[in-house]
């Protein structure tokens, strides 16, 4: 149980457009969700928390209007990386935490979305 | 500041030989400590989570011990198979919800 189904896998893009990832959780009910980027070699770097219903919170850092996020249902946020440009590619992964689980239940990760923007 | 670190960085290790990994964090409130196994160009897959109460915890041949005195915690594997072969990513959670990310260690096991 508790699977996180992220999609697209992959995606090549030209630089100027944007591009949408969906993450969702298929078995379960996910009112916080969390978006994350990762460099080749390096280790989860938090881009923002979605709460279903309300605004996402974004890190330090991380601009907002470039990054949009959507948390319509609980078990469906989306990240929209919009006018991509080269420096956007890099390896995206959501987790989702089981609505009112205990504090220090598991997070649950998608296989991520590696974005090539050429 | 939140901060989690980890050793050795990468580790190369014969099958069937047993390997230890440290994470030392300074995160605080503490509330857990978590291990999740990455393998390449997948999401992370939980191992372990330990509050500030357990010292030690198993699943399967990994093995996490903490000790939150010192604020470090510790994943060993044990007769390390060629699917071990991953980066482990230490995981601190303070009272709220920010988890803070290690840089990973990354282990190759070669047969």
């Known amino acids: 149980g508790a699977v996180v189904s992220q999609h697209p896998s992959r995606v090549i893009c030209k630089s100027g457009t944007s591009v949408k990832i969906e993450c969702r959780s298929l078995?379960?009910?996910?009112?916080?969700m969390f978006w994350y980027r990762q460099f080749p070699k390096q280790s989860l770097m938090l881009m923002a928390t979605?709460?279903?219903?309300?605004?996402?919170?974004?890190e330090q850092g991380v601009e907002k209007d470039k990054f949009l996020i959507n948390h319509a249902s609980l078990t469906l946020s989306t990240l929209t990386v919009t006018s991509a440009h080269p420096e956007d590619s890099s390896f995206y992964i959501c987790?989702?935490?089981?609505?009112?689980?205990?504090?220090?239940?598991?997070?649950?990760f998608g296989n991520g979305t590696r974005l090539t923007v050429t | 500041k939140n901060q989690v670190e980890q050793s050795p960085q990468s580790l190369i290790i014969l099958e069937g030989k047993n390997c230890t990994l440290q994470c030392n964090y300074t995160v605080s409130p503490f509330s857990n400590l978590r291990w999740y196994k990455q393998d390449t160009g997948r999401g992370p897959v939980s191992l372990t989570i330990?509050?500030?109460?357990?010292n030690t915890k198993s699943n399967g041949r990994y093995t996490a011990t903490l000790d939150a005195d010192t604020k470090q915690s510790s994943l060993h594997i044990t007769a390390s198979q060629l699917s071990d072969s991953a980066s482990y990513i230490c995981v601190s959670k303070n009272y709220g919800q920010n988890f803070v990310f290690g840089p990973g260690t990354r282990l190759s096991v070669l047969p």
């Open positions: 979605s709460n279903e219903g309300s605004k996402a919170t974004y």
């Open positions: 330990m509050t500030f109460s357990e």
């Open positions: 078995d379960f009910q996910a009112t916080t």
């Open positions: 987790s989702a935490r089981i609505r009112d689980s205990p504090y220090n239940s598991p997070l649950h």
